[in-house]
């Protein structure tokens, strides 16, 4: 017969239960210790940087920028966000951890507002945008050339007039305007983007300095920037997913620098197009009916919105539509692609159509669709062995430039001759046609393994984010012009990525700013014994450095994957054996 008392059982459960819940809350403790540790001292990267950004003044020599440095502490800042973020993964955390990740990341961005934009010009022509839209003029008839013709040529239009008129009243925007990159063009951002300039400009004083209004429009883009993260947190409360993965999006180096410094127009599209993918995820958590179909229309219309803030969003349509008709069937579908088109229609009738009969809206945008071409790698794979190497000079050659001079040749000529183009854009349009082409195949078999997944049983939030994350993704890596920020399209869904290899891009992508490095200190002597000079340097050899030991992972962790999941399916086949 046992002499143990009968609540000797139930006592020692009770004691366990208390030292998992000690052992827990240490292991908080120890993960929020940690986080804080590293909000310190990627604080003090920020502030260094932010103290170096008042070398970058656009009058400086560009020899003396300290380039490498300040992208020797990005990298420091870098390293310190990826242990911030393994620690987040590996560890559990609270309510503190996440207050503690809100709190850095506004420390972050408030650091980073009162710094000059780091070798980026783009939000002089948001400052000047703003001041044309603000006048009722559209900011899609003009250059900035015009403008400024007009004020050493008087002019009989109206609207022309007003401008030169605004210069005057406004000194500081004449400023502005002399800061304007690629003044000859009209301006290419949408409408969406274009409100948001203008308000601002409506909210500035006139008597405001240029400096003053730098802060003001950067202040206005950093709230967009925090509200995509609170819309980040929600998304995966939806999908109860643990909120302090957003600290992938919060502490990025790469938000830092492209929102919080440079001031880049792509918070707004990247905070209207993370509100699409959060109410459309909350239509899939609704019942089927009336707020079902409610959700999907109004995460249509703002997807639409957000193509008319930078048009990149579009991408995301055939998932969206894909998961809806697989979901729900053809009937569903129809009513927000109606939305989704009429809306975005009318947003973009400004950038084909003017009244202005002299003027043409669409040329910034067409020019820059036609032509740029900036840190690519996979587009300039193919670009490059279609180029005709006759009449280029040698430093000017890829080195993996190896298809057949005649079969070159051959091709160009034929597309020229088709699409009546001259034969030196050719290669260009013909490599827009195969990456865009690489690129349908890609978004549309995403969308199909989304709206069929393979697990039934996976959360639909879940496989909604990481779609979203891939289409994102692929279009920018088949992009020609691969900006750092356009790389902050994907951040706010990095926490669905399956893969770890992904977080290194937002380390890698600031490489691209040792082109201007390259361009100052070698501008016509071959750097390193190539036949390089500074620029072309980077674009032929610093770009593999860049992306190939990634695209590399890449590979080798799918194939391991692949081959992990074959093994554990033939050992389950022979266990049933």
Known sequence: MSNEHPNHGSLREHTSRTGDVRRNLTANSAVTKRLAGIAIISTLFYGIIAWLSWRFELDSAGVDRPIVLVLILFAAAFIAYVFASLTIMRGP???????????????????????????????????????????????????????????????????????????HREPPLAEILDHVHFPELPTIYPPTSQAVFAAVSLLTPNSASLLTRVLIIKA???????????????????????VALCISYAWCPLIMKEVANSGHLDAIAVFLTTLAVYMFARSLQAPRGHASRLGKAAAAFVLALGVGAKLYPVVLVPLFATMVYRRDGMRAVLMPAILF?????????PLSHNRNPDADPSRGVVTFLQRWEMNDFLFALVNENLKPEAGQPPHDLAWYSVMPESFRTTIIENVASRMNVPVEQAPYLITRFVTGLIFLLISFSIAWKAANPADQTCDPISVLGASVFLTLAWFWLLCPTQNPWYWTWTLPFLPFAKSRVWLAMSGLVLVYYLRFWLGYHFPTTAVLGSRYTGTAFFDSVVTWIEFAPWFGCLIAVHLYRRWRLNAATASNESGHV
């Open 93 to 167: 955390a609270n309510s503190h951890t996440l207050k503690l990740i809100m709190g850095a990341a506004v420390i972050f961005r408030v650091v980073m507002l009162f710094s000059l934009p780091i070798q980026e010009v783009d939000l002089y022509r948001y400052l000047w945008d703003g001041a044309v839209g603000a006048e009722g003029v559209s900011p899609f008839t003009f250059s900035p050339e015009d403008v400024r013709n007009a004020v050493e040529s008087p002019t009989e239009n109206a609207e022309l007039a007003r401008l030169v008129a605004l210069l």
């Open 220 to 242: 206005v883009l950093i709230a967009f920037d925090l509200a995509t993260l609170i819309l980040v947190i929600q998304i995966l409360r939806l999908c109860k997913r643990p």
């Open 341 to 349: 088109a009429a809306t975005a229609t009318v947003l973009l009738i």
